[in-house]
Every structure is written in structure tokens, then in C-alpha cells.
């Protein structure tokens, strides 16, 4: 029977990599048989017949018991309590493998390829077609094995200490993503440009206000306003404008310059001659009271 790594109260490492824990048993027999390390195995859904290759992390299991990771139980379909079939294999060393991450976030890392070699330090064996997990910065990438040299018929390469050219396939969402960052970026221009040009389009849809000359309303003595509302006088700009006269206030009417000098000469005049009717009277009043004081003495 197979279940997951959280059923075997094991550490939650042991659930990023590829390896299973398989009981005593199994390892006597394996040493029995004289199998060479690094031991590697095939184990086979029996409900599917799907396959995979994994190594071996302890052999610490029950009797009829083997615990693998929650990723290779998916990608064999498998669930807790499945029965599987787990035999020795003999692997090729591995020279090349190309992986297709689902998400483009994975190759968008600082240095993918140095997080993929520290993380596959945990996996003996890839095989052709399966998803891997991931586990780095507390996130889960899931990676497809597409291409992997030598390709024997089991389709699976050792990649225990050996160097392996890597290589990466475009991410499954590449080209969403990049229509959806075409797509924020456009929109974004759109917003910039509307922020930035609303006042210049609304002055240009807005008509000019007309110029409007005594547009008030009139009110009577008591506050109340005027029935009679004149109508606003608009003022035509393309009609030349009146010419403008110089306006002398306490005129009754708009006096030349010449008639203004007039009238000023003829103020000082008038002027001249009352002063003068002045000192006469004031002279004759100081004459008469003076015969008058004579003619009491």
C-alpha cells in the first residue's frame, strides 16, 4: 500500500525531493540480490499501469508499506491506501534534460537554473512526460521532464552525481502572461493619457461663453425686484467696437477740449468780479460806520 509523506510523521523535507521509504524488508533483499548504489526503482500504479522512477530515502517503512511525495502519488493518480508495484531499476547516467516550468514566475527568478540544481540534489531519477514539484521560498513550481538524452526504453535518466546539461522549454503561461502585461500596459497609457489630457478636451468641447453687457436684474427702492427684466445685450466681436470719447464728469454733456478752456476762463472772470463787488461793499460799511462814530462825537 502507498500513502503520502504526511502519513509517516517523517520531517516535511522529505516531501521536496524524489525519493520513498520503503520497509526492512525490501533492503535485504535488494542486498541479497547484490544490487549496486545508488539504488534506484520503478514504481507502477496498479490500478493505471502508469510509471515513474524515484531513488530511496530510508528504509524505515511498515511491512507493505511505502510512503512517497504528494506529487508522485498525483502524477501516478494515485490516493492514500493505492496499491503499487515498486521493483528495482537500472538507470543511464544522464547528459541533458529540458524542463517546461507551468509558470513563467519560475524563470523570472534570480538564477533559476542554481535554484533547480540545489533543489534536484533531493532527486535521483527524472523520467520522460512527469510533473515534478519544486519547493523554493516557500512556493510549489510544478516542472515537465519533456526531453531527456539518453532516452532508453524506460524513459528515466539517474542524475546522481553526474553533470547534466539543463535547458528550459518556453513556461506553459508564457504567452498569457505577456498578452496580460501587453494588455495592463496598454491600459495604462490609456489612464495616463486621460489624467493628463481631460482639462484640453473638455475647454475644447465646452462652446465659448458669449460677452454679455448689463445682464443684471434691475430691484425698486424696497428690495424687491424688478418686474421687468431687460433682455442680456450680447456683443458681436466680429463687428468693429465704437470708438471711445473722453468723458468730462458734472457736464451734462461731453464737452469739447476747446469748450472746456472756455469755461473755465469765464469762471475766473465772474470770480473776479464778485471779490471785487466785495471790497467795495466792505469798504463802503467801514466808511459809514466811521461817519457815523463822528457824528456822536
Not at 473722453?246 to 473755465?264: A, M, Q
Request: net charge neutral; with cysteine; charged share 25%.
Amino acid at each position: 500500500s502507498c500513502f503520502s509523506m504526511a502519513m509517516a510523521n517523517k520531517p516535511a523535507e522529505l516531501e521536496h525531493g524524489g525519493k520513498i521509504l520503503l520497509p526492512q524488508s525490501a533492503l535485504i533483499t535488494l542486498t541479497q540480490l547484490q544490487i549496486d548504489y545508488p539504488m534506484l526503482f520503478e514504481v507502477t500504479c496498479n490500478a493505471t499501469g502508469l510509471k515513474t522512477h524515484c531513488g530511496v530515502q530510508e528504509f524505515t517503512a511498515e511491512e507493505g508499506r511505502c510512503y512517497m511525495p504528494f506529487w508522485m502519488m498525483q502524477s501516478l493518480g494515485l490516493s492514500e491506501g493505492s496499491l503499487v508495484s515498486v521493483s528495482s531499476a537500472s538507470l543511464p547516467n544522464g547528459e541533458f534534460v529540458k524542463l517546461q516550468p507551468h509558470k513563467t514566475e519560475f524563470i523570472e527568478l534570480s538564477n533559476p537554473k542554481a535554484v533547480l540544481e540545489n533543489q534536484l540534489r533531493t532527486f535521483s531519477t527524472l523520467t520522460k512526460g512527469e510533473t515534478i514539484a519544486i519547493h523554493y521560498n516557500n512556493k510549489i513550481y510544478h516542472i515537465d521532464v519533456v526531453e531527456i538524452k539518453p532516452d532508453t526504453l524506460k524513459h528515466a535518466i539517474s542524475i546522481v552525481e553526474t553533470n547534466i546539461q539543463v535547458d528550459f522549454a518556453e513556461p506553459l503561461d508564457h504567452a498569457a502572461v505577456l498578452a496580460d502585461r501587453a494588455q495592463q500596459q496598454a491600459q495604462a497609457t490609456v489612464n495616463e493619457l486621460t489624467q493628463s489630457a481631460p482639462s484640453a478636451m473638455e475647454v475644447d468641447s465646452q462652446p465659448q461663453a458669449e460677452t454679455l453687457r448689463f445682464s443684471g436684474t434691475g430691484r425698486s427702492l424696497n428690495g424687491k425686484e424688478s418686474v421687468y427684466v431687460p433682455p442680456p445685450v450680447t456683443v458681436d466681436a466680429s463687428k468693429p467696437a465704437a470708438p471711445k470719447e473722453d468723458i468730462v464728469f458734472g457736464s451734462r454733456y461731453n464737452k469739447t477740449k476747446e469748450v472746456l478752456e472756455r469755461t473755465v476762463k469765464d469762471d475766473r472772470f465772474v470770480g473776479r468780479r464778485k471779490r471785487k463787488k466785495a471790497r467795495e461793499e466792505e469798504e463802503l460799511k467801514k466808511k459809514q460806520a466811521i461817519e457815523k462814530a463822528g457824528y456822536k462825537a
